[in-house]
């Protein structure tokens, strides 16, 4: 079975920009979170989407959006890209509506802003 | 607000050998879970050990198991018999469980080495 993917692996943009990560989550999951982890640091909390309907936003400015499709999978936007946006963004896929699940990870999206 | 502290930047181990990875947590919380993390060089964060906070009972996963101490709001990870493959970032993450959000609270990890 097809674990959690993620598109592009790789991705450099420059400062303005606009970039849109992708998430396909594993088959049956219904929930998709995004985390961004900066070199250093542990991952941080972006969004999490069950059932097409946000249900939890950290704390980053309006510049991130996300989205849920039908078929469950995500695109994260982030706008006006700035130099600090550099880091690695990564999705997490659960069955959802059940709190105790456990959360996979993608290998992640590296973005390098310069 | 919930945080989790890991206060080993990172550590180092000969193969074979035990070590504990340490991790502390801040919340009012009474019911949550308590997870560890692997992350090694492919970036891919694996689940290693989950524990509930309603549970008194250690988890345990093979080489793997944990010392959780609520009152002191304590979970350490302590990895039996070492090996190489074991080289990897840990992070010790926190989670309020809430219907269709189960947002995770992570540290700021733990570099462990494996020496041959």
């Known amino acids: 079975d097809a674990g959690v993917t993620q598109s592009p692996t790789h991705l450099i943009k420059t400062r303005g920009q606009h970039v849109t990560l992708r998430c396909s989550p594993i088959s049956g999951h219904k929930s998709v979170s995004w985390y961004q982890q900066v070199l250093g640091q542990g991952p941080q909390f972006i969004f999490q989407y069950y059932e097409k309907e946000e249900r939890g936003r950290g704390n980053f400015p309006d510049r991130f959006s996300a989205r849920q499709f039908p078929n469950y999978s995500s695109e994260l936007n982030v706008n006006a890209l700035l130099l600090g946006d550099s880091a690695l963004y990564l999705c997490?896929?659960?069955?959802?509506?059940?709190?105790?699940?456990?959360?996979?990870f993608g290998q992640g999206t590296r973005l390098t802003v310069v | 607000a919930q945080t989790v502290t890991q206060s080993q930047p990172e550590m180092s181990v000969q193969e074979a050998e035990t070590v504990t990875l340490s991790c502390t947590y801040d919340?009012?919380?009474?019911?949550?879970?308590l997870f560890w993390y692997k992350q090694p060089p492919s970036r891919q964060m694996i689940l290693v050990i989950r524990?509930?906070?309603?549970?008194?009972q250690n988890a345990t996963e093979n080489r793997f198991s944990v010392n959780f101490q609520k009152a002191a709001k304590s979970f350490s990870l302590k990895i039996s018999d070492s090996q190489l493959g074991d080289t990897a970032m840990y992070f010790c993450a926190f989670m309020k469980p809430r219907f269709g959000n189960e947002k995770l609270t992570f540290g700021t990890g733990t570099r462990l080495t494996i020496i041959p």
């Open positions: 919340t009012s919380e009474n019911n949550y879970y």
């Open positions: 997490a896929s659960s069955q959802g509506g059940v709190a105790n699940t456990e959360a996979f």
């Open positions: 524990q509930e906070a309603y549970k008194q």
